[in-house]
C-alpha cells in the first residue's frame, strides 16, 4: 500500500473510531445524560444506559486488549461482557467509565496512527484478525450501541 494510501486510510480510521460523521459522537450523546436515567430500562428496553456504557466500555478494552497484547486472554460472552446490575454503583462509577472509555479510544487511535504497526499485518496471536479489522470492528460496535444509548434517551426523555 503507498504511503500516501496508508495516510488516508489512518486518517479516515481515526475519524470512523471519533465517531466523526453521520451521527452524533459519544461525548455529545452522554452529555448531560440525567442521573435518574442512567439505571432505568423503559418498558421493551433490553438494557439500561449503564449497561450499554459499560458494555461498550468492556468490549472497546477488550478490542485494544486483543489488538496489542500478545499475551491477550479471551473473556467468556455475555457474562464478561455486560454488567449485571442496571443501574451505576455510583455517579463516579458512571464518570469513571466515560473517561476509561475515551482513554482506551485515544488508545486505540494512537494504536492504528503509528506507522510501525501495518494495519494488514496479522496479528501474531490472533486467527487471522488485523488492526484494521480490530479498528473497523471498534467502530462499528461503538456507533451500534452508541445509537442504542441514543435512542433509550430519546425514549426517556419524551
Given at each position: 500500500?503507498?504511503?500516501?494510501?496508508?495516510?488516508?486510510?489512518?486518517?479516515?480510521?481515526?475519524?470512523?473510531?471519533?465517531?466523526?460523521?453521520?451521527?452524533?459522537n459519544?461525548?455529545?450523546?452522554?452529555?448531560?445524560?440525567?442521573?435518574?436515567?442512567?439505571?432505568?430500562?423503559p418498558h421493551?428496553?433490553p438494557?439500561?444506559?449503564?449497561q450499554?456504557?459499560?458494555h461498550?466500555?468492556?468490549?472497546?478494552?477488550?478490542?485494544?486488549?486483543?489488538?496489542?497484547?500478545?499475551?491477550?486472554?479471551?473473556?467468556?460472552f455475555?457474562?464478561?461482557?455486560w454488567?449485571?446490575?442496571?443501574?451505576?454503583?455510583?455517579?463516579?462509577?458512571w464518570?469513571?467509565?466515560?473517561?476509561?472509555?475515551q482513554?482506551d479510544?485515544?488508545?486505540?487511535?494512537?494504536?492504528?496512527?503509528?506507522?510501525?504497526?501495518?494495519?494488514?499485518?496479522?496479528?501474531?496471536?490472533?486467527?487471522?484478525?488485523t488492526?484494521?479489522r480490530?479498528?473497523l470492528?471498534?467502530?462499528?460496535?461503538?456507533?451500534?450501541?452508541?445509537?442504542?444509548?441514543?435512542?433509550l434517551?430519546k425514549?426517556m426523555?419524551?
Amino acid at each position: 500500500m503507498a504511503k500516501q494510501e496508508t495516510f488516508s486510510l489512518r486518517k479516515h480510521l481515526a475519524d470512523l473510531l471519533r465517531m466523526k460523521g453521520a451521527h452524533v459522537n459519544f461525548e455529545a450523546a452522554l452529555s448531560g445524560f440525567p442521573v435518574a436515567m442512567r439505571g432505568a430500562r423503559p418498558h421493551g428496553a433490553p438494557h439500561s444506559a449503564w449497561q450499554l456504557l459499560e458494555h461498550m466500555r468492556i468490549a472497546q478494552e477488550d478490542i485494544l486488549d486483543f489488538s496489542r497484547n500478545p499475551k491477550y486472554r479471551e473473556k467468556t460472552f455475555p457474562g464478561d461482557y455486560w454488567p449485571a446490575a442496571e443501574a451505576p454503583p455510583s455517579e463516579d462509577a458512571w464518570d469513571e467509565s466515560i473517561r476509561q472509555f475515551q482513554a482506551d479510544l485515544k488508545e486505540m487511535q494512537d494504536l492504528i496512527a503509528d506507522t510501525k504497526h501495518d494495519l494488514l499485518a496479522k496479528i501474531p496471536h490472533g486467527t487471522g484478525q488485523t488492526l484494521l479489522r480490530e479498528a473497523l470492528l471498534a467502530a462499528d460496535h461503538n456507533a451500534y450501541h452508541l445509537g442504542q444509548l441514543v435512542f433509550l434517551r430519546k425514549m426517556m426523555e419524551g
